[in-house]
Nanobody, 124 residues
Framework: QVQLVESGGGSVQAGDSLRLSCVVSEGAFGDYGMGWFRQAPGKEREFVGNIKWIGGSAYYATYADSVKDRFTISRGDGKLYLQMNSLKPEDTAVYYC????????????????WGQGTQVTVSS
């Protein structure tokens, strides 16, 4: 059973930055399509961004409009990262790392695997 473990959440002020990490328990990142999602209180889980490996260590990331130009997905040291800059109170949510074996998870997809989530709270 593949396990995803997120870390790096916390409570920050508006305008601050946080970096979330995700570790996959089995295989290499190249075996999966990876994505980040979030769920705010009282709302449905929503897509944040995803990353698709296009050959070797090269990859292509896409983002939801709400986080574009503020959030960046990358990988390194065996981890997947979500760098979040210029955080806003509306970014407050539980953030989830997700993986899929045969596709790159997008806004309307159902990934095969989910992490347990990490809480991000942004105060004004």
């Amino acid at each position: 059973q593949v396990q995803l473990v997120e870390s790096g959440g916390g409570s920050v002020q508006a305008g601050d930055s946080l970096r979330l990490s995700c570790v996959v328990s089995e295989g290499a990142f190249g075996d999966y399509g990876m994505g980040w999602f979030r769920q705010a209180p009282g709302k449905e889980r929503e897509f944040v961004g995803n990353i698709k490996w296009i050959g070797g260590s090269a990859y292509y990331a896409t983002y939801a409009d709400s986080v574009k130009d503020r959030f960046t997905i990358s990988r390194g040291d065996g981890k997947l990262y979500l760098q979040m800059n210029s955080l806003k109170p509306e970014d407050t949510a539980v953030y989830y790392c997700a993986a899929a074996r045969d596709f790159t998870p997008g806004p309307h997809d159902a990934p095969d695997y989910w992490g347990q989530g990490t809480q991000v709270t942004v105060s004004s």
